[in-house]
């Protein structure tokens, strides 16, 4: 088992930055995949970054030049730097941990854009 952890959010303006945190607990694997997701009112979760233990990332294509994924492996945390935000990036976010034991996720954090 995997439990995660969220942090950060909340409700901003247009063009400000936030930062999500998300540590993971429990039988984690050295070799994993952790990402962010988001789910709007109304809308499919969709994948917004990833980014493997090896330090791969991937972007949604919306998101790109704007959102920035990395890790700590050592302690085994996640962020989700989000600049230049915007009224349609309103969401709650969640975390995700995979690995070829299993599928987790976080409570989600909830992340508002005023414009």
């Known amino acids: 088992q995997v439990q995660l952890v969220e942090s950060g959010g909340g409700l901003v303006q247009a063009g400000d930055s936030v930062r999500l945190s998300c540590v993971a607990s429990?039988?984690?694997?050295?070799?994993?995949?952790m990402a962010w997701y988001r789910q709007a009112p109304g809308k499919q979760r969709e994948m917004v970054a990833t980014?493997?233990?090896?330090?791969?990332?991937t972007y949604t294509d919306s998101v790109k030049g704007r959102f920035t994924i990395s890790r700590d492996n050592a302690k085994n945390l996640v962020y989700l730097q989000m600049n230049s935000l915007k009224p349609e990036d309103t969401a709650v976010y969640y975390c995700?941990?995979?690995?070829?034991?299993?599928?987790?996720w976080g409570q989600g954090t909830q992340v508002s854009v005023s414009s």
């Open positions: 995700n941990y995979r690995s070829i034991e299993g599928d987790y």
């Open positions: 980014a493997t233990s090896g330090g791969i990332t």
């Open positions: 429990g039988s984690i694997l050295s070799r994993n995949t």
